[in-house]
């Protein structure tokens, strides 16, 4: 795989309609057992739910979605990759998806095996305190009040600065203005 890019496309339901000769080798299967299938056939069971899920709500909104992901190949064994999905877009809507695969570094591995291990500790808590969110980690409520700052559209910006200017132009006025009507 070093070097290699894996290469697949799937219909909406994730069925794989097509594989490049590399993902084939990388995952152990041959490419009549690869097409018509789900693409959670190379999914690792080591791989959490929540970031199938994270895939699948950020694409079927028409965007992006980047993250290391452990794969499993036909013999059981595993490969990881920086996994890189895209929908096709025609007159605004997905009607299918792409995705792009190369080898993460050892780095990210490390920081993917202990996220995965998070997102297990995390789910026997039952307290959250981040979620998967387009491929990042985002961390839920009060701690991620810089974040929604972050996320904001320019026009939600552009309210939120004209509201704050008119605020403090006309807070002196309210302030001084003590005499009783």
Same mark, same amino acid.
């Given at each position: 795989? &070093?070097? &290699?890019? !894996?290469? =697949? ?9 097509? *594989? ?9 299967f041959d490419y009549d057992e690869l097409l018509g299938q789900p693409h959670d056939i190379v999914? +690792? ?6 970031? *199938? ?7 079927? $909104?028409?965007?992006? %979605?980047? *993250?290391?992901? #452990?794969?499993? $190949? #036909?013999?059981? &064994? +595993? ?12 007159a605004g809507k997905p009607v299918a998806y792409?995705?792009?695969? !190369?080898?993460?570094?050892? &780095? ?15 789910? #026997? ?7 998967? +969110? ?10 991620? %009040?810089?974040? #929604?700052?972050? $996320? ?7 309210? !939120? ?12 006025? %309210?302030?001084?203005?003590? =005499?009783?009507?």
């Amino acid at each position: 795989m &070093d070097g &290699d890019t !894996l290469v =697949s496309t799937t219909d909406l339901t994730g069925r794989i309609t097509h *594989c490049n000769e590399a993902f084939v080798i990388a995952s152990g299967f041959d490419y009549d057992e690869l097409l018509g299938q789900p693409h959670d056939i190379v999914r +690792h069971p080591d791989v959490p739910s929540e970031a *199938c899920k994270d895939l699948g709500s950020t694409v079927g $909104r028409g965007r992006p %979605w980047s *993250c290391v992901v #452990k794969n499993r $190949r #036909k013999n059981g &064994d +595993h490969y990881w990759v920086l996994a890189n999905v895209t929908p096709v877009m025609q007159a605004g809507k997905p009607v299918a998806y792409m995705s792009v695969r !190369l080898k993460p570094s050892q &780095d990210q591995i490390r920081a993917t095996e202990l996220l995965y291990a998070q997102i297990m500790a995390q789910r #026997k808590s039952a307290r959250q305190t981040f979620e998967l +969110h387009a491929g990042n980690v985002r961390s839920v409520g009060w701690r991620d %009040w810089l974040g #929604k700052l972050h $996320r904001l559209t320019l026009l939600q910006r552009a309210i !939120l600065g004209m509201a704050s200017v008119l605020g403090l132009t006309l807070l002196p006025l %309210w302030l001084l203005n003590t =005499s009783p009507t």
